[in-house]
C-alpha cells in the first residue's frame, strides 16, 4: 500500500514540504512542515495524520474547498472515545449544518 503522503523538497525557505494523496488520486498542494529537520518534519506529519489535522492551503483562491478522508472520519467516529462535551460539539455541528434536527444532549 502506498504510503499516503511524500515529503518534497526542501525550498529556499529551508523548510521540508509535503504532500497527501487525495481519494481521487491526485495530491494536495505542498504544505510546509515549520523545519528543516528531517526527523522533527516526520514528528509534525504524524501528529497531523494521527488528529486528522491536517493544515488548509493558506492564500488559496478558494480556501473554503476542504478535501476530508470520510471514510477515517466516519471509523474515527465509531471507534474514538468521546466525552460529553465532544458529543456535544458533534451535534451542535451537525445541526448547524442542518444534517440533524433534533438531539436530546
Known amino acids: 500500500m502506498a504510503k499516503p503522503f511524500t515529503f518534497s523538497t526542501k525550498r529556499a525557505g529551508g523548510n521540508i514540504y509535503v504532500q497527501f494523496a487525495l481519494p481521487d488520486g491526485g495530491r ?3 504544505k510546509s512542515t515549520g523545519t528543516s529537520n ?7 506529519l504524524n501528529e497531523w495524520l494521527v488528529k486528522g489535522n491536517i ?3 493558506v492564500g ?3 480556501s473554503k474547498v ?4 470520510k471514510n477515517r472520519l466516519f ?4 471507534t474514538a472515545e468521546f466525552n460529553s462535551d465532544d458529543i456535544n460539539n458533534i451535534i451542535k455541528i451537525l445541526k448547524e449544518r442542518n444534517y440533524l ?3 436530546n444532549r
Open 28 to 30: 494536495t498542494f505542498q
Open 38 to 44: 528531517r526527523k522533527e518534519a516526520e514528528k509534525i
Open 55 to 57: 493544515p488548509a492551503r
Open 101 to 103: 434536527y433534533s438531539g
Open 66 to 69: 476542504k478535501s476530508i478522508d
Open 60 to 62: 488559496s483562491k478558494d
Open 75 to 78: 471509523n474515527d467516529l465509531r
